[in-house]
């Protein structure tokens, strides 16, 4: 088959690569109809993830075709349209029957904390993911979910993660009737949190960027006011300034899922940019919120070596709340809200790339170039 394949830092190509086969009785292989490259796979793209290893196929943003089911196999047949969350999860050990989908104890043998995630290292199980023309589904009974014949390709992909991460954040910060909400970031994620914000009972949602065709966006799709940060001498005064000086109910920080920048960067948070591995907008969050407020958190943070101002955080009486988004548990509301016209998740959507020149496809998305903000792969150029 034919498969997006890492070869190092900035470095992806399509490759022949054996198609997957069943290795367990409870496994599916999946023929990829629609993929998407997702902000938090540029922590891959740009060598921040630990044990990103030479060989992977990235993607955990997918729905296709059952094309073959395991011998244990229930719930599925070939010919069946699937949409296929980004947590691969067992379903029966503690966390699953909380509906803790993203912390499951039983997919990933290389850390107690996530889960496992298609396509994103080996810290998250190892498993290859979706930027393909197939993909190994395990737990097939458990995961995939039959795709609804109202729903469209391009808007059930979008639901495997950013869309239900974007809901799941809003979620977490707990957002009560006239709440001021503020967004950092609006990539996809940031996107769909404002948007989810108003669903959920916001009076005011203001989002925060530094690309305009971005902030345009935010204005255009959710509604939102906007700030771009290098405008102000200091973004968090301002937001004091606009919030009568105490600051927003609720603050989401989903900056994660737009990574940006290089690992000295990280480290150091010496580039005051929204980035995945620096504290730099989490502690704007901490710092914008009024006392008592409420953090949500979705940015895939990897190590951080700056100081994370916990203590100020502590002392306003803060509640931060953060997970991995368990997609499975957020896709019966959010059927509902797309089948009602509230929200139409490929309205986001800027590109659409075939599998064969995903290349290029992470290129234009991780430079920010032709004002991508969610690019679709296509695997059969369709």
Known sequence: MQAMVYRGPYRVRVEEKDRPSV???????????????????????????????????????????????????????????VMVPFNIFCGTCFYCARGLYSNCHNVNPNATAVGGIYGYSHTTGGYDGGQAEYVRVPFADVGPAPLPDWLDEDDAVLLTDALATGY?????????????????????????????????GAGRVIVIDHLDYRLAKAAEFAHAETC??????????????????????????????????????????????????????LNWAIDSVRKGGTISVMGAYGPMFSAVKFGDAMNKGLTLRMNQCPVKRQWPRLFEHVRAGYLKPSDIV???????????????????LDGCIKPIIVPDGR
Not at 73 to 78: G, H, I, S, T
Not at 168 to 185: C, S, T, W, Y
Not at 229 to 234: C, G, L, M, R
Not at 356 to 368: G, L, Q, R, V, W
């Open 228 to 281: 771009n940060f290098t405008e102000y001498d200091d973004i968090v005064v301002h937001l004091k300034k606009i919030t009568e000086h105490l600051g927003a109910d609720v603050a989401i920080d989903a900056v994660g899922a737009e990574a940006d920048g290089n690992l000295i960067q990280h480290v150091t948070a010496a580039k005051l940019k929204l980035q995945g591995g620096s504290p730099v907008a």
């Open 168 to 200: 799941f954040g809003a979620q977490l910060g707990e957002i009560r009737e006239g709440d001021v909400v503020v967004v950092f970031g609006a990539g996809p994620v940031g996107l769909y949190a404002a948007k989810s914000s108003w669903l959920m």
């Open 23 to 81: 290795e367990h009785p409870n496994d599916a292989i999946v023929r990829v109809t629609r993929a998407a490259i997702c902000g938090s796979d540029l922590h891959l793209y740009h060598g921040l993830m630990p044990d990103t290893r030479v060989g992977t196929t990235f993607g955990h943003e997918f729905v296709g075709v059952v094309d073959e089911v395991g011998p244990s196999v229930e719930r599925l047949r070939p010919g069946d349209r």
């Open 350 to 368: 800027t590109h659409r790339i075939p599998l064969e020149h995903i290349a290029e496809a992470y290129h234009i998305f991780s430079a920010k």
